[in-house]
C-alpha cells in the first residue's frame, strides 16, 4: 500500500475541513515539503479543469474568486487557468476572448512571500474551486441541442462592418460630453443593431432554405458587479429584452446569462458595456452637483439614480428597435426585402424563449430594492433620457 502524498495528506487535513487550525496544518505540511510543488499546482488544474465540466468559464472563475476571495487567489486560478488552457479543446471565439482578457502572465504570477503563506492562499483557493456547483451549460450542442455545428461555423467569421460601426457609435457616446449628442448616438447604434437583427435572421433562414430555420440560439454570460448590482441586472434585462434576447440574473454568483441568437448576444454585450459607462459617468456628474448642494446621502442618491435610468432605458431602447424592425417589415410586405421576415423572427422569438425555459426551468421574479431617492431618480431618469436609454419586464433570477 502506497504512503500519501504531501498533497493528498494536506488535502485530506484542509479542503474537507474548513475550520482555520486545519488549514494551517496543511499549509505546514506543504511548506516544509518544496517537492510537492508540482503536484500542488498540477491538482489545481484538475480543480479547473473539473469547473469547465462543470459549466464554468474562464470569466467566471476569475468573477467568483474575486467576489469571495482576494486579489492573490485572482492572480492564483489565472495563473491556473493559463497552465490548464494548452491542454483544453477548443471552445470557440468567445472562450478565447475570456482567456485573452486575463492578465499577462507576469502580472498573474502570484506574488513572491513566504511558502507557509503561499501553501496557505493555494488552500484557500482550492476549497473554493472544490465546492463550485454546476452550472447551466452554454455551449452549443449542449443540454440537447441541435444546430450547434452551424452556430459555431458563423462565429467563426470576422466581426461584420454592421457590428464595427456599432462598436464605434457607442465609443463616440460613451466619450462626448454633450447629452444630446450621446442620445443620437445611442439611438443610431441600436437602430443598427436591429437592423443587423434582422439581417442575420434572414441570412440564417436562407441558408437552411426554410422561413423557420433550425439554428438555435446560444447563451453568454455578462457580469453584473457591485455595487448595486440588483440595478445594473435590470439595465441588463433591459437591454436584452429590446434586442431579442432573456436575461436571467444570478445573483450570488455575480452574473447574468443572456439567451439569444449570436447577432443579438453581440449587440446586448456592446450596448449594455456602452450604457453602464454612460450612467456612472452621468451619476457621478450629478452627484457632484448634489454634494456642491450640501447633499450628503451618496449611497440612496446612487441607488435610486441607477434604478431610473435602468427603468427608462428598456422603453427607449425598444422604441429604436421596433422603428427598425417595423421598417424591416413594411419593406417586406412591399416586396423590397424577404417575405418570410415575419415567420423567421416569430420563429427565433419561440426558439430563444424554449432555450431558456429549458436552461432555467424555475425562476424568481424580485422588486427593486432601495429606490426611493427623489433626486436620485429624477436625476437618473433626466440622463436615461439624455443617453437614449427605459422600462423592463419583471426581472428574472436563476
Not at 308 to 319: E, Q, V
Request: glycine share 6%; aromatic share 6%; hydrophobic share 45%.
Amino acid at each position: 500500500m502506497s504512503t500519501p502524498s504531501t498533497v493528498d495528506r494536506a488535502f485530506e487535513t484542509a479542503l474537507y475541513d474548513t475550520a482555520d487550525d486545519a488549514l494551517d496544518t496543511a499549509a505546514s505540511l506543504l511548506a516544509a515539503d518544496p517537492a510537492a510543488d508540482a503536484e500542488l499546482a498540477r491538482r489545481g488544474e484538475e480543480f479547473v479543469a473539473t469547473a469547465w465540466r462543470r459549466g464554468w468559464q474562464p470569466a467566471d472563475l476569475v468573477r467568483i474568486v474575486r467576489r469571495e476571495l482576494d486579489d492573490v487567489h485572482v492572480r492564483l486560478v489565472a495563473a491556473l487557468i493559463r497552465a490548464r488552457a494548452p491542454h483544453d479543446r477548443a471552445r470557440g471565439p468567445r472562450w478565447a476572448a475570456q482567456l485573452d482578457d486575463l492578465p499577462d502572465a507576469e502580472a498573474t504570477a502570484p506574488p513572491r512571500t513566504d511558502r507557509f503563506s503561499h501553501a496557505t492562499a493555494v488552500l484557500e483557493l482550492y476549497r473554493l474551486l472544490l465546492r463550485l456547483p454546476g452550472l447551466e451549460p452554454l455551449e452549443a450542442g449542449a443540454a440537447g441541442d441541435a444546430g450547434g455545428a452551424t452556430r459555431r461555423g458563423r462565429e467563426n467569421r470576422p466581426e461584420s462592418r454592421a457590428l464595427a460601426r456599432i462598436r464605434g457609435l457607442l465609443a463616440k457616446a460613451e466619450a462626448t460630453g454633450y447629452p444630446e449628442e450621446a442620445e443620437a448616438l445611442s439611438a443610431k447604434a441600436q437602430e443598427l443593431m436591429a437592423r443587423h437583427s434582422v439581417d442575420e435572421a434572414l441570412l440564417a433562414a436562407q441558408a437552411q432554405g426554410s422561413a423557420t430555420s433550425p439554428d438555435t440560439p446560444g447563451a453568454c454570460r455578462i457580469g453584473v458587479e457591485p455595487p448595486y448590482e440588483q440595478v445594473k441586472a435590470v439595465l441588463l434585462d433591459a437591454v436584452a429584452d429590446a434586442n431579442h434576447c432573456r436575461a436571467v440574473w444570478n445573483e450570488s454568483f455575480g452574473f447574468s446569462t443572456v439567451v439569444g441568437f449570436e447577432a443579438d448576444l453581440e449587440a446586448v454585450e456592446l450596448l449594455y458595456t456602452s450604457l453602464l459607462v454612460q450612467a456612472e459617468a452621468a451619476m457621478t456628474k450629478a452627484e457632484a452637483g448634489q454634494r456642491a448642494g450640501g447633499r450628503k446621502r451618496t449611497k440612496t442618491f446612487r441607488q435610486s439614480f441607477l434604478a431610473a435610468y435602468a427603468h427608462r432605458a428598456g422603453t427607449r431602447l425598444r422604441a429604436a428597435a421596433e422603428a427598425a424592425t417595423e421598417a424591416a417589415t413594411e419593406a417586406a410586405t412591399t416586396g423590397v426585402a424577404d417575405a418570410n421576415l415575419l415567420p423567421v423572427l416569430a420563429s427565433r422569438e419561440v426558439a430563444v424563449t424554449d432555450r431558456v425555459e429549458r436552461m432555467f426551468p424555475q425562476t424568481t421574479t424580485t422588486r427593486l430594492r432601495g429606490a426611493a431617492d427623489a433626486a436620485g431618480w429624477t436625476e437618473g431618469t433626466r440622463a436615461a433620457d439624455a443617453a437614449r436609454v427605459g422600462h423592463h419586464r419583471p426581472l428574472k433570477r436563476g
